[in-house]
């Protein structure tokens, strides 16, 4: 019979330092806290469960082997964003070079939804044929919750840029016909 497990209170830096001193309890703690959110980043990216689960273990073997040198400035999130999006790429060439395909999936941040109604799949359909740059950002704002100075720092970019990226991929959603009712009072 295993025993229950108690809620640890500390926050993601206290972890982080824990986890420096060899507190192996805080990396566990870290990865309950963020697996499914990597795992949810990263099949966004990849498109399959078994690829994102793939991220998902690099990525917090990435963190296992760097947390010596990790000092928050932002969310843990901000912090792990651009490690799962690396990973994921990483992946996706491997199984491109394996496939001999074209890397051309690289683009594709959004599975297809299996019993999606038109409007949602038109939705999604733009999302998808944004530029790459404002894509990324309106999903990291929309669906990860991210602020604008957090996705800055996640992409290296100027917080005035993840704002125009973020008008032009809404602006481009208002306009068409398809989603303009997403739009209309709002």
Request: aromatic content about 6%.
């Amino acid at each position: 019979m295993t025993e229950p497990q108690t809620k640890d209170f500390r926050n993601d830096q206290q972890l982080i330092d824990a986890l420096n001193r060899g507190d192996h309890t805080a990396f566990d703690t870290i990865y309950e806290r963020y697996h499914r959110w990597v795992q949810h980043v990263a099949l966004r990216f990849v498109g399959n469960e078994a690829d994102a689960l793939d991220a998902l273990q690099e990525v917090f073997g990435y963190l296992a082997r760097h947390a010596s040198q990790l000092t928050l400035t932002a969310k843990l999130t901000t912090y792990l964003y651009p490690i799962v999006r690396s990973q994921a790429i990483n992946i996706i060439r491997k199984r491109n070079r394996r496939e001999n395909l074209p890397i051309d999936e690289l683009g594709r941040l959004t599975a297809p939804a299996a019993d999606a109604d038109v409007l949602h799949h038109d939705l999604a359909t733009l999302v998808r044929d944004l530029p790459e740059p404002q894509r990324e950002v309106l999903l990291m704002k929309a669906l990860d919750g991210m602020t604008q100075d957090e996705i800055a720092t996640a992409l290296g970019i100027a917080v005035g840029t993840v704002k125009s990226r973020l008008h032009r991929a809404i602006d481009t959603l208002k306009r068409d016909p398809r989603t303009r009712q997403y739009f209309e009072n709002k």
